[in-house]
């Protein structure tokens, strides 16, 4: 490449990337790094300066004149460790200095397309830990690092469910917009058969009709290749409406008749339930988030080193190349499409048995769609998927601490509110920048 | 294995694509079939390969009639198939490929990578196949792409290969390679089907020759039959093979391109510093495999990608950052490659897409309205000029046969005065009859002093219809040849040896 490149600075680098393709014959492929330009460099490295001025000055004017305490431990700690106090106004204008340089840094140079991730990483920990000193700096309450924690995974838990829903299926080549929906009828009908039976059929019944809605997805975007978009949206607008027929037909008026299921406790794990903090807050937990564990596991290993995973990606990226082989495209999508309603459907139960124990109308809220976002920002892999969700499910647990807490300037609800679909908009604009959906996402196959 | 084909046919609605095929394929024979683009060559193979369901006729197998539902009971029966369009998952590698939908696997459905790669690596060394088993397939150039394909056929033991329109992607070095590929592959035993429309490929290498024209096998031949009579047999009527012209009478320059760059937004450098000149009155030819930075040229040419830097002026004034419209406007003629996807809209009428660039100056509309009367007027004249067959201009364009179709975008894109025309593989699924027509209409333009720039991948096109050639490699045009060079001097250059390369290897 030659270095007096017109439109110039438009490359970072330029890297010759060869690649043996059989032995003794390498092929070398002229990449180059395409540097963000100057002005998105520009851009990025002042927006970060000036949130690390917003820690160092705002933060630290308005701050309290009291120590922070932590307190790590969640609710019912086997083992629990004692809490600890920071000094104030010291620690924020650390954070807030670090961010300012990790700023300038950006402004200099420009960190590479991967670096910037971690960079990226590195200012949210350090701005959320000078917040959160900053927030327990009136010194009422010490701030709840354990429980915050643990409200973490229980509201991520239905999220991660529904994440790997849609693994299943856009794996294989189906958009799956019916998270939603099938969340809903999944919390549904843990409810009633929650409560008629035991929680254990309700955990039973919300699996099957997650599949079944997922059936009904699968016929209409494999068979009838409906637009698979269109179609998400429908069966959620079916969903909400059917259940909340149902709601107002046998659980309004009903008491404790339909909608009061016993929920499940939580189980905790010998030994492990007693390691102090990472104990309480990932092995002292229901049996639905056990299952979850299970399953990102599984489709997480399968997906790579399976026969199932990899016709699985084959039907994904390139299904007539699939076809051509001898496999079954149609069927592996049906099956893969109706297991991952099932697993939504589970996502429900989480709402009701593995919580409140209670069904409301529209109780899922969105939270398919915050799910499908998670999936979108994890790169369609169970483990980005996983991380996606997890940090959405903090969002929305930091906003219900903060409106526990004294703060130093009082936050509105209604702020606070906003804050994990505002850290959802953020993640999924900012932080994920060009994805590759599977080749064949949400494109019917016809043979021939 | 011999495999028997009797009395095969397949309709689509009322189309016969296969009408009563009948072939017989001995063991260890390598079989051609001839014929041109949409004879029903392709069509036939899927049958075979049961990926169609023929409407009649019976395939044996060692005297066994078989009955496929699927490609995979074709291969159960010892028949694989390379596509001319791959069907490889590029996001997967090498192994997985050659593995997937017969996969070795451990306990519990778990792969078996080691065994994939093992198999890979011992039939690559037994049919020098040579590749690397754990290089993503995306990765690969399509030369070694097609290895896999014939590895993922080997794997599964196939005995009758079918290879649908192999060379079709490969520089002549590399054809030749896959001959050698086949001969020691039928050494073996392996029957293999090779089917082609390039006489000089199908002479080289084929045993018997079966010809194939409008769905009907019209008639076998010797590998020793000239190529006139294999063209001859093909098209049904003595088809004239060179092109006439003139020696070129070269005017000013209209094109000039200096050091552009096109870098995809993936940071992958597509248009690596060309700088070229094209004359008024002559054909520019850029020549080389596909995928080496002619589409993206083109495209920059005609401002529909952004060039990252350089520079390119049409008869000297500066073209590099203004519209497509405008440069439409100033006399740029463009027929791209994929005529259905950039060159006309399918389900346009012919009369609306020979106005598509036009529709808004006169005499066929203004800002607000169209003059159909117009339209219907320019259609049928140009349908009559440039022997487009169809039933009706109002016809949608998409029920046009490929040639007819490219007939329509050179009607449009050469019915106005140019000064240069920017043409694509003019020829790319057009049937031999009509190719003849497309070349002498390139010519025609060019001796009323329009400058070419010409992309084409088949180097016999190249050859017969340039005044000068550019071979583009990896991005970058690497040398320049005039068009009596030899067909071994362009594939070296196809292949992305320059000529001190080949000096120093020699």
Redesign the interface.
């Known amino acids: 490449m030659s270095p007096e490149l017109g439109k110039s600075d438009a490359i970072v680098e330029s890297s010759v990337d060869t690649v043996e393709v059989s032995p003794g014959e390498v092929v070398t492929q002229h990449l180059v790094e395409v540097r963000m330009s100057t002005r998105r460099r520009i851009g990025i490295g002042v927006a970060i300066i000036v949130i690390g001025l917003i820690v160092a000055l705002a933060l630290a004017a308005s701050a309290g004149s009291h120590s922070t305490r932590f307190d790590l431990n969640g609710a019912n700690p086997g083992v629990s460790v004692p809490k600890f106090s920071l000094p104030g106004v010291t620690v924020i204008v650390i954070c807030g200095v670090l961010i300012v340089l990790l700023g300038i840094a950006q402004l200099a140079r420009g960190f590479g397309k991967r670096t910037m991730r971690w960079v990226g990483i590195g200012v949210a920990v350090l701005f959320l830990l000078g917040f959160l000193t900053w927030a327990g700096t009136e010194g009422k309450q010490p701030i709840q690092v354990g429980s915050l924690l643990q409200q973490t995974l229980f509201l991520a838990t239905p999220l991660i469910l529904g994440a790997m829903a849609g693994v299943m299926c856009e794996k294989t080549g189906v958009i799956n917009v019916a998270i939603e929906g099938q969340m809903l009828f999944g919390a549904f009908a843990g409810a009633l058969f929650g409560t008629i039976a035991s929680n254990w059929v309700g955990l039973l019944a919300a699996v099957v009709i997650g599949a079944l809605v997922g059936a009904l997805l699968a016929v209409f975007a494999i068979k009838f290749m409906v637009n698979q978009v269109i179609l998400g949206v429908v069966i959620n607008a079916f969903a909400l409406g059917l259940t909340g027929y149902l709601f107002d037909a046998i659980m309004a008026n009903n008491g404790g008749g339909t909608n009061q299921p016993s929920v499940f406790n939580p189980i905790k794990i010998p030994v492990l339930g007693d390691i102090p903090v990472v104990g309480s807050l990932l092995f002292d937990q229901t049996i639905i988030t056990y299952l979850m564990y299970v399953i990102v596991i599984v489709i997480d290993v399968m997906l790579v080193r399976s026969r199932w995973g990899l016709r699985t990606r084959a039907v994904g990226e390139h299904p007539k190349a699939a076809d051509t082989v001898g496999i079954n495209v149609l069927r592996l999508r049906y099956q893969n499409v109706i297991i991952g309603g099932g697993i939504a459907g589970l996502a429900g139960a989480a709402l009701t048995i593995g919580s409140v124990g209670q069904f409301n109308k529209n109780m899922t809220s969105g939270q398919g769609f915050i799910a499908l976002a998670a999936l979108i920002f994890g790169r369609w892999t169970p483990r980005g998927a996983l991380g996606a969700a997890l940090f959405f499910g903090f969002a929305s647990a930091l906003q219900t601490a903060l409106s526990l807490l004294a703060t130093p300037v009082n936050i509105d609800s209604n702020l606070l509110q906003m804050l994990p679909y505002l850290a959802t908009i953020f993640a999924v604009a900012g932080l994920v920048g060009r994805v590759r959906a599977p080749a064949a996402d949400g494109e019917p196959y016809v043979k021939g | 294995m011999k495999l028997e084909l009797r009395g095969i046919t397949k309709q689509f609605g009322s189309f016969t694509a296969n009408d009563h095929i009948d072939l017989v394929v001995e063991p260890g024979q390598i079989h051609a079939l001839l014929g041109e683009n949409g004879a029903g060559k392709s069509t036939l193979m ?1 049958v075979l ?1 049961g ?2 369901e023929p409407t009649a006729g019976e395939i044996i197998v060692d005297g066994e009639p078989q009955k496929f539902d ?4 074709a ?1 159960r029966a010892g028949i694989g ?1 390379v ?1 001319q369009h ?7 590698t090498v192994a ?1 490929n050659v ?5 070795y ?1 451990k306990s ?4 078996d990578q080691r065994k994939a790669r093992e198999v890979v690596r011992r039939l ?1 060394k037994d049919y020098h196949l ?3 088993p754990d ?1 993503l397939v995306e ?3 399509v030369g ?1 792409q097609q ?1 896999v394909e014939i590895l ?1 056929a080997l794997a599964r033991h196939a005995k009758v290969l079918i290879l649908d329109e192999p060379t079709a992607v490969l520089t002549p070095q590399e054809t030749d390679h896959l001959m050698d590929v086949m001969r020691s592959l039928k050494a073996d035993g392996t029957s293999i089907v090779f089917i082609s429309h390039k006489l000089r490929e199908v002479r080289a290498i084929a045993d018997t020759i079966t010809v194939i024209r409008r769905g009907k096998v019209v008639g076998q031949a010797d590998p020793s039959a000239t190529p006139a009579e294999l063209a001859a047999l093909m098209v049904g009527r003595p088809v004239q093979l060179q092109v006439d012209k003139a020696p070129a009478d070269p005017g000013d320059v209209m094109l000039g391109i200096e ?1 552009l ?1 096109v ?1 995809s ?5 597509l248009v ?2 060309v700088s070229l000149q094209v004359r008024a009155g002559e054909i520019y030819a850029v020549a080389g495999v596909q995928g080496n930075g002619q589409s993206e040229l083109t495209e920059a040419v005609v401002g529909l990608v952004e060039p ?3 520079t390119i002026s049409l008869d000297g004034r500066d073209i590099t950052d203004t519209s497509t419209d405008e440069i439409l406007g100033r006399g740029v003629g463009y027929v791209p490659e994929d005529r259905m996807h950039d060159g006309l809209i399918g389900s346009f009428s012919i009369a609306e897409n020979l106005v598509l660039d036009t529709y808004d100056e006169a005499p066929f509309g203004n800002a607000v309205s169209l003059n159909l009367q117009e339209i219907t007027k320019n259609a049928t004249e140009r349908v009559e000029e440039f022997d487009v067959r169809t039933q009706s201009a109002e016809a949608a364009a998409s029920t046009l046969s490929g040639g007819n179709q490219q007939k329509v975008v050179l009607a449009r894109e050469m019915s106005r005065p140019l000064k240069l025309l920017v043409i694509s593989q003019p020829t790319r699924g057009v049937d031999v009859g009509s190719q003849e027509f497309v070349h002498k209409r390139i010519v025609a333009e060019r001796d009323r002093g329009t400058a070419v720039l010409l992309v084409s991948t088949e180097l016999d096109e190249v050859i017969g219809l340039a005044d000068r050639v550019g071979v583009m490699y ?2 970058k045009i690497i040398g320049e040849l005039p068009p009596t060079a030899s067909a071994e001097e362009f594939g070296l250059l196809m292949a992305g040896q320059t000529a001190t390369d080949a000096k120093e290897a020699s």
């Open positions: 899927n390969y990926l169609y699927g490609p995979g009971d291969m198939m596509h791959f069907m490889l998952v590029p996001v997967l997985e593995m997937l939908g017969d996969e696997t519990a459905g778990m792969l690559s040579e590749v690397n290089v990765d690969l150039p070694i290895r993922k050091g760059h870098i937004p993936t940071g992958q450098v690596d510093d990252t830097s350089g990896a991005g």
